[in-house]
């Protein structure tokens, strides 16, 4: 199962979605594809607590992926 955690003002958000039904895997996609779009930043999380890494692209085996609002400062 693949999960995409969306951190905003609302707190913590889940879709999760099966790498092997499609149906999910668009629906997790377009999300992800929406928040690129206003700024956010997506990271992928490592197993066992390894550093995860920035990405671009949605990969629907990821396993778990955290959305990250853009940083407002100057």
Do not use: C, N
């Not at 955690?5 to 992800?32: N, S």
């Amino acid at each position: 199962m693949g999960e995409l955690r969306l951190m905003d003002r609302r707190g913590d958000t889940r879709v999760m979605w099966d790498p092997y039904r499609q149906d999910e895997v668009a629906a997790a996609r377009k999300q992800f594809d929406e928040l690129k779009k206003k700024g956010y930043l997506a990271y992928s999380v490592k197993k066992k607590g390894e550093a995860g890494e920035q990405i671009r692209e949605f990969d629907p085996h990821a396993g778990k992926i955290i959305m990250a609002p853009p940083m407002a400062g100057g």
